[in-house]
């Protein structure tokens, strides 16, 4: 996977450094990702899907684990059997039917957020089959858009900080 920076945030201040040049923007309805990536699932996502109605076997592929080392992270999102697409999408408007309540790293994605102490690194995977990636009308990776997008994201990890210095 390759991956570039994009950002830095330095979590007791809140201040943003991004690279200038790049910009992003969802393709609406375009569920490339959703075809293509395999989706791990925490056991928050799965409270949060299951308090919408859904049975964890519905939507969880336990036979798709992910790893980190030998310690087990979680589960798979199920892909439908008919054309590899999360169990989620809708096929004819490709859209996600749970989209406010999705799992985090379908939230996330493109970009991955490494924490190393008191700065938070945001990356982009440079997938080739996203086309929101350097996209003409995207948006450049501002302190507004992180916060706008992913603040609880960075909030939890402010916490964790403040946390470590106590």
């Known amino acids: 996977m390759e991956k570039r920076w994009v950002a830095t945030i330095h979590l007791d201040t809140l201040e943003v450094e991004h ?13 490339k990702c959703c075809y293509e990536l395999e989706i791990p ?10 308090d919408l109605g ?6 969880v592929d336990y036979e798709k684990m992910f790893y980190r080392g030998d310690k087990f992270l979680s589960y798979a999102l199920k892909k439908r059997p008919f054309d590899g697409g999360c169990v989620f999408l809708d096929p004819e408007t490709m859209r996600c039917r749970i989209y406010g309540k999705r ?6 994605y493109p ?8 700065v938070m690194e945001v990356y982009v995977k440079m997938d080739s089959f996203c086309p929101g990636l350097d996209h003409p009308e995207g948006e450049p990776i501002t302190r507004e858009f992180i ?20």
């Open 103 to 108: 799992p985090l790293a379908c939230r996330l």
């Open 41 to 50: 699932v925490r056991d928050e996502d799965i409270a949060r899907i299951e």
């Open 147 to 166: 916060l706008r997008e992913y603040g609880d994201v960075v909030e939890e990890y402010r916490r964790k900080v403040v946390k470590s210095q106590e």
């Open 19 to 31: 690279d200038l040049s790049f910009k992003f923007k969802c393709v609406e309805s375009c569920g």
């Open 111 to 118: 970009f991955v957020f490494v924490k190393q102490g008191r």
């Open 54 to 59: 859904y049975n964890a076997w519905e939507f």
